[in-house]
């Protein structure tokens, strides 16, 4: 379920920075992609990678902040978040200081849920839904190999729709990854 409390009533959308989303299935590849491009773009002051707060342990192959359940609640009371979302079981958020990166004319790069996109699009002036995917079978092996009990049985995962109408960009993740996050820098980056 989503909770889009946490976007403010907006009768201007914040801008004139632009926020990129990225979305994509389980095992699509997102966060190397996404890790390739923040390693890409780090001595860019223009692009900004949001660390996500989840409610799961942390992970080195995601850029996510671990936060107990009882500390997301309280971040989300105390407006914290630019939004939020469950997902798997788990909890979800974007911290509001992107907001003053957006304000400031930076990119802002997020790994977000597509069910989250309609709000986000709602709020914010400039906005560029990325989605990452890659064949079932694929997916498949990539959600073995990895083996994070968290993920839960590999089957529903797959199971999932994934349909990411709305997407103004997809990468289909199946070559290199350093193509694909080639690919990804251009798009971040307005090419």
């Known amino acids: ?103 400031a004319g930076r990119n802002v790069v997020a790994n977000i849920s597509r069910t989250v996109i309609p709000a986000l699009r709602a709020a914010y002036a400039d906005v560029v839904v990325i989605s990452i995917t890659a064949p079932p079978e694929v997916l498949a092996a990539r959600l073995a190999a990895r083996g994070r009990a968290s993920d839960g049985p590999i089957g529903d995962r797959l199971r999932r729709s994934v349909e990411t109408t709305g997407a103004d960009v997809t990468i289909n993740n199946v070559g290199t990854a350093e193509a694909h996050a080639a690919e990804l820098v251009r798009v971040i980056k307005g090419q």
């Not at 902040?65 to 798997?88: R, Y």
Request: hydrophobic letters at 45%; proline letters at 5%; a negative charge.
């Open 1 to 103: 379920m989503t909770d889009i409390a946490a976007i403010p009533d907006v009768e201007v959308k914040i801008g004139p920075g632009r926020l990129v989303l990225v979305v994509g299935p389980s095992g699509a590849g997102k966060d190397t992609l996404l890790g390739l491009a923040q390693a890409a773009l780090t001595e860019d002051d223009n692009v900004v990678f949001v660390r996500r707060l989840v409610t799961r342990e942390a992970s080195t192959f995601e850029n996510n902040e671990q936060v107990t359940p009882e500390a997301f609640q309280a971040g989300k009371a105390a407006g914290a978040f630019a939004i939020d979302w469950e997902a798997h079981g788990l909890c979800y958020a974007l911290p509001r200081a992107i907001d003053k990166d957006i304000r």
